[in-house]
């Protein structure tokens, strides 16, 4: 793990990410060495930082960081993580406070190589936040309770509800559902994260002439539509094919997709 470009294995006890969870993050493939969609993955941060009013590293520097943790496995999921920095207590940021970038590897873990998986609604429920929409923030202890409801190995992902009952996403993934030759995203106008495999999802389906709604689902829609998948930039794209009762079979449409992601 690098900690401002050194090697490391822990931060400072005042960093703001550790006392308020005061940073952003992205998670992204490696693969032989070349970071994956990474002009995308940097966008997203700068956009992220700005939204916090948190100064972003400069590109260069951060793709000197990665090549440097994958540098003996070029192949690997890395993680980069800017919080605004350290400083003293209370909430209010003191002035002029360098911001901390963290930035490690991990192995591709065993889940990645799935297509098709089963999942479960959460009983958790997504809070409404419109200012931190989208916004891939470094509080999410929701997602963590949620993920902790259940321990089954044959259900790799949750999927979140906000309090209003609309199904948003899942977990760790973006969700979208397919019907009737249409593609349907959850709107995340008051929670969830905008990721870099849902923004691509949304131009391949608009570059190929496929009707795109972006709109409040409930679980009854989810549950009715012809087929159901998530992505994010680990796993690329899982079909949903079951959840609970419910079955699916595998869909053409999720086949087609995974094709163009690739």
């Not at 590293?57 to 690997?76: Q, T």
């Not at 490690?104 to 429920?125: G, M, Q, T």
């Not at 902790?148 to 209003?164: C, F, H, K, R, V």
């Not at 449409?253 to 995974?258: E, V, Y």
Request: glycine share 10%.
């Amino acid at each position: 793990m690098l900690v401002n470009g050194e090697f490391a294995d822990s931060v400072k006890a005042n960093d703001r990410g550790l006392m308020y969870g005061d940073g952003v993050f992205r998670t992204l493939r490696i693969e032989k060495g070349v970071p994956l969609h990474w002009e995308r993955h940097y966008c997203k941060l700068v956009h992220d930082c700005a939204m916090l009013g948190i100064a972003c590293p400069p590109i260069e520097r951060l793709l000197d960081d990665l090549g440097r943790v994958s540098a003996n496995n070029p192949d690997c999921v890395a993680k980069i993580i800017v919080t605004r920095g350290t400083g003293g207590r209370g909430y209010l940021p003191e002035a002029g406070i360098a911001p901390t970038r963290i930035v490690l590897a991990s192995p591709i873990p065993d889940h990645a190589k799935l297509s098709e998986v089963a999942a479960r609604f959460c009983d958790i429920r997504l809070s409404s936040q419109p200012r931190l929409a989208g916004i891939k923030h470094l509080n999410r202890l929701e997602n963590v309770l949620a993920r902790m409801e259940w321990n089954d190995p044959e259900i790799p992902e949750g999927l979140l509800l906000d309090a209003e009952d609309h199904v948003i996403e899942g977990t760790m993934s973006s969700l979208f559902l397919y019907n009737e030759g249409r593609l349907i995203a959850p709107d995340l106008g008051s929670c969830g994260i905008e990721g870099v495999q849902r923004e691509r999802v949304l131009e391949l389906a608009s570059e190929c002439g496929i009707p795109v709604q972006i709109r409040s689902f409930g679980r009854d829609d989810l549950l009715k539509a012809e087929e159901v998948f998530l992505v994010n930039s680990v796993i690329g794209l899982w079909q949903v094919v079951k959840i609970g009762d419910v079955s699916w079979n595998k869909g053409e449409f999720c086949a087609t997709l995974r094709k163009w992601l690739q």
